[in-house]
């Protein structure tokens, strides 16, 4: 696994374990850039009507996605793990839009699902029985 995809997804959990943790624990994050900004509100989106899915924060789905994700690239179903990526990250991102109140870590953490999904998306794909020949490799046999 290349290292800037570890590192984003370490960065990921710990984000979205930060962000659970200030909805469950109901303590104020700290929000870059809510001083000078009308529409940065990090407590207010991480809190607000929308922000839990089941009744977890989305911060703990996120969490949860990216500590999925580490071995999720030799998955044969990875496709499926990437859509749910995907479909939580627009969930947050429409959430955001709805209030119009954005969380900056909010979206460095939908930044890094959609990053990640894109490098596990794009590595070599593999079979049970080892790795898929490339299509000029298949073409010469």
């Avoid at 200030?22 to 009308?38: E, K, M, N, Q, Y």
Wanted: net charge positive.
């Amino acid at each position: 696994m290349p290292l800037i995809r570890t590192f984003l997804l370490t960065a990921g959990v710990l984000i979205g374990g930060y962000l659970a943790a200030a909805h469950w624990l109901s303590f104020g994050v700290v929000c870059p850039g809510a001083t000078d900004v009308s529409w940065i509100n990090c407590n207010f989106t991480i809190n607000s009507p929308g922000s839990t899915l089941l009744g977890i924060p989305l911060g703990f789905w996120g969490s949860l996605w990216c500590l999925g994700s580490y071995g999720m690239s030799k998955f044969p179903g990875k496709i499926l793990w990437i859509l749910g990526g995907m479909a939580g990250t627009g969930w947050a991102i429409g959430h955001e839009l709805y209030w119009e109140s954005w969380c900056v870590w909010c979206t460095v953490l939908q930044l890094i699902i959609m990053t990640t999904s894109l490098m596990t998306w794009a590595q070599p794909k593999f079979s049970i029985g080892g790795p898929v020949p490339s299509r000029h490799e298949f073409l010469r046999k």
